[in-house]
């Protein structure tokens, strides 16, 4: 791309690659990447000024479906390739991307540590309470007795599911929201607002496996959009999310911690990277 | 998260069709989605048959020309268009007579739409016209229902996946 063809603005659709997404038909992820993607276009971002990253799982292919630069990397391993990413090149708008399995499971000490380093990125987890990818086993939000799955110990796992905003909010997440694909143009305005937000935003995104949890299509019935303002008080945040029952979406916490690396005065040259290895 | 219906957004018989235009181009892009989605699912009969219906809407669409006006900014149905088939109302393994019987259920909330407007609006011009959309939808119902009886039922099991697990997805 040179600069002489670059136009002004992109619409949501010029972020969208012409590879056809292999989800299920009926998939929650399809309203997830139209809300990304009008999210960008909202913003006026270009598509060499993007960049999405992803761990593995159904979720994760998300890379492949916009024209961002883009990174399908390794099992829970998203949010160290985008934070690493975003201090290499704070340029780019970085959005981490995945499921809970990929971001609560083997991915949930490095989401941990990215709420309290507090990178300036948006790390979106499109939560459906199973492993969708590997046919049906119960991930971290699944509730402790849920069985419906072959792939479920019957009676369900007994363990208590995973609050992903609370840990957030007591990790240091510096945004925290929740969408559903549901309402796909509630959900681009709560990303569009998490990327312009200073800091590590969490977007917690309800987005139904249709096929390993039929039950899900009831969401559109349960969701709700919150009335409640968002609060910069991180207490008051926490008492909310004690009467929190999963179904309010909204924005919940908006931080004013100062960015890490924001400071960092980032060079490319290949001398000054050697100096900073130099023992 | 459903806003309810505001019908009376609807003023005139203009109005009203190019919402009418609107409906069947949107539920013919559905349906288009539906028929992509199911072709890299595999299932082709499936696709084959939510392209069938989105044609069938291209032509229904096709019936409101330069009659049909820009649409009023607020549309009538709230957050519930009654002839678009809600994204997540289908499964993988779902049979040609699924997606007809899916279509049958959005043809039969577009006639009850049209049959509301009929009795209810305040204006005249709008009664009469929604009137003649009501009976233009009927007609849409009775053939879809005769595409059911041209269908094979599918098997009580239809939706049962043989394959196990796939443990080692996305190494
Ligand atoms: C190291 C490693 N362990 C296990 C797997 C198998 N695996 C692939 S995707 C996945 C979980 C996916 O669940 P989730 O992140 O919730 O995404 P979804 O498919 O539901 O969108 C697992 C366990 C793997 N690819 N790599
Ligand atoms: S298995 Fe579930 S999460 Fe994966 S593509 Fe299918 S519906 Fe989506």
Redesign the interface.
């Known amino acids: 791309m040179t600069s002489c063809n670059i136009p002004n603005t992109y619409a949501a659709k010029d972020f969208k690659s012409d590879v056809k997404p292999v989800w299920c038909p009926g998939c929650g992820d399809y309203a997830v990447l139209s809300s990304i993607t009008k999210a960008f276009a909202d913003l006026g971002l270009a598509p060499h000024q993007t960049s999405v990253v992803s761990g593995i799982g159904c979720s994760s292919r998300i890379p492949a479906y916009t024209n961002t630069y883009g990174f399908h990397s390794i099992h829970g391993r998203a949010l160290a390739v985008g934070q690493g990413l975003k201090l290499a090149r704070p340029d780019l708008t970085v959005l981490v991307a995945g499921g809970d399995g990929d971001g609560f499971s083997i991915g949930g000490n490095h989401f941990l540590h990215a709420c309290r380093r507090n990178v300036d990125l948006t790390y979106i987890v499109m939560d459906n309470r199973v492993y969708g990818m590997t046919k049906g086993q119960p991930s971290p939000t699944t509730e402790s007795d849920w069985d419906a799955s072959a792939m479920a110990p019957p009676g369900g796992t007994g363990m208590t599911p995973f609050h992903p905003l609370a840990i957030a909010l007591a990790a240091g997440a510096n945004f925290i929201a929740r969408g559903f694909s549901g309402d796909p143009n509630g959900t681009a305005e709560i990303i569009a607002e998490a990327i312009r937000h200073p800091g590590f935003s969490f977007v917690a995104i309800m987005s139904p496996c249709v096929t390993f949890r039929e039950e899900q299509r009831e969401w559109k019935d349960t969701m709700r959009k919150t009335a409640i303002e968002a609060t910069k008080d991180a207490a008051q945040a926490a008492r909310r999310l004690m009467t929190d029952d999963g179904f309010n979406c909204g924005v919940l916490y908006r931080g004013n911690r100062v960015s890490y690396g924001k400071d960092k005065v980032v060079s490319s040259k290949v001398s000054d990277l050697d100096a900073e290895f130099t023992l | ?2 806003k309810e219906p505001d019908f009376g957004a609807v003023r005139s018989s203009a109005d009203l069709l190019a919402i009418a235009r609107v409906m069947e181009e949107r539920s013919a892009e559905r349906y288009r ?2 028929a ?6 595999c ?1 082709l009969d499936t696709a084959n048959a939510f392209r069938e219906l989105a044609e069938g809407e291209d032509r229904h669409a096709a019936d409101f020309p330069a009659l049909a006006g820009q649409p009023p900014r607020v549309m009538p149905w709230g957050e519930e268009d009654p002839e678009i088939a ?7 393994l ?1 049979h040609p007579w699924h997606a007809f019987d899916l279509a049958l259920r959005h043809e039969e909330k577009a006639l009850a739409f049209f049959s509301v407007l009929a009795t209810q609006s305040s204006h005249a011009e709008v009664r009469a016209e929604a009137a003649r959309l009501a009976e233009r939808e009927r007609g849409h119902v009775d053939h879809v229902k005769q595409r059911l009886t041209e269908l094979p039922v599918p098997p009580r099991d239809w939706y049962v996946d043989e ?5 080692e ?2 190494d």
């Open positions: 998260m459903s989605e539906m992509v989605a199911f072709e890299v699912a299932n809600d994204p997540d109302a289908v499964h993988y779902m394959d196990g697990p796939n443990w997805a996305g």
